[in-house]
Nanobody, 115 residues
Framework: QVQLTESGGGLVQPGGSLRLSCAPS????????MGWYRQTPGKQREWIAS???????NYADSVRGRFRIYRHNADSRMYLEMSNLQPEDAGVYLC?????????WGQGTQVTVSS
């Protein structure tokens, strides 16, 4: 099994930036695909970005050019750098990781974008 722990959420003004972190309970090298999702009330969970163990990334159109996802092997964490945040980016951001062909989810970290 793998536990995933997110951190870095908070309140930011429109146009601001945040960096989210996802820390797996195992060495990140054994976690194959990882990604970030966003959950907002009344909506389905939305995929935001993904990164595979080799470093290749993919982004939802709504965040491409503003968000950057990457894995940092030195501290065994995955990050999501978010810039030019807008109110529609708000929600609970959840980390997902795949270990031995099974998907695991974190509890999420809240991002609020408001003036």
């Amino acid at each position: 099994q793998v536990q995933l722990t997110e951190s870095g959420g908070g309140l930011v003004q429109p146009g601001g930036s945040l960096r989210l972190s996802c820390a797996p309970s195992r060495d990140i090298a054994v976690i194959s695909g990882m990604g970030w999702y966003r959950q907002t009330p009344g909506k389905q969970r939305e995929w935001i970005a993904s990164v595979v163990s080799g470093g290749a990334t993919n982004y939802a159109d709504s965040v491409r050019g503003r968000f950057r996802i990457y894995r940092h092997n030195a501290d065994s964490r995955m990050y999501l750098e978010m810039s030019n945040l807008q109110p529609e980016d708000a929600g609970v951001y959840l980390c997902k990781g795949t270990y031995r062909n099974r998907a695991y989810w974190g509890q999420g970290t809240q991002v609020t974008v408001s003036s």
